[in-house]
């Protein structure tokens, strides 16, 4: 077992999955983290309104994912839709994880047992 500190993000533009192995101090197996939610909101009065509430919310979501994922050398993000790619942009231009090494795939929505696995697959461990 490696002691880099790994982890994995199963995303679609509502719902994250993070799974890694190791908390502040060290590196050790594999754990799923709480599942991650983005609020989305309805009924605005303006598409400007909507789009606003859209880029906050969102920004949110990614900062939550961030907090977890503090201190992972090499990050793992799959998912459904287009949102991973748009989180691997936002991590390129964040200072904190603009080195970070992150692979991106494509995944269908899966069980955080089933993504825990997929994880392990990934960085073989």
């Given at each position: 077992?490696?002691?880099k500190?790994?982890?994995?993000?199963?995303?679609?533009?509502?719902?994250?999955?993070?799974?890694?192995?190791?908390?502040?101090?060290?590196?050790?197996?594999?754990?799923?983290?709480?599942?991650?939610?983005?609020?989305?909101?309805?009924?605005?009065?303006?598409?400007?309104?909507?789009?606003?509430?859209?880029?906050?919310?969102?920004?949110?979501?990614?900062?939550?994912l961030?907090?977890?994922?503090?201190?992972?050398?090499?990050?793992?993000?799959?998912?459904?839709?287009?949102?991973?790619?748009?989180?691997?942009?936002?991590?390129?231009?964040?200072?904190?994880?603009?080195?970070?090494?992150?692979?991106?795939?494509?995944?269908?929505?899966?069980?955080?047992?089933?993504?825990?696995?997929?994880?392990?697959?990934?960085?073989?461990?």
């Amino acid at each position: 077992m490696s002691d880099k500190k790994l982890a994995g993000i199963w995303m679609d533009s509502e719902n994250a999955i993070v799974v890694k192995n190791h908390d502040i101090e060290s590196a050790f197996k594999f754990f799923l983290c709480d599942p991650v939610k983005r609020i989305v909101q309805g009924g605005n009065s303006s598409e400007n309104a909507a789009n606003n509430a859209e880029q906050t919310n969102t920004a949110k979501f990614f900062k939550d994912l961030e907090h977890l994922i503090t201190n992972t050398q090499e990050l793992y993000v799959t998912g459904t839709g287009t949102i991973q790619e748009q989180f691997k942009n936002h991590l390129a231009e964040t200072a904190q994880f603009k080195n970070l090494k992150v692979t991106l795939g494509t995944d269908q929505k899966m069980s955080g047992d089933q993504f825990l696995e997929k994880v392990k697959e990934h960085f073989n461990a």
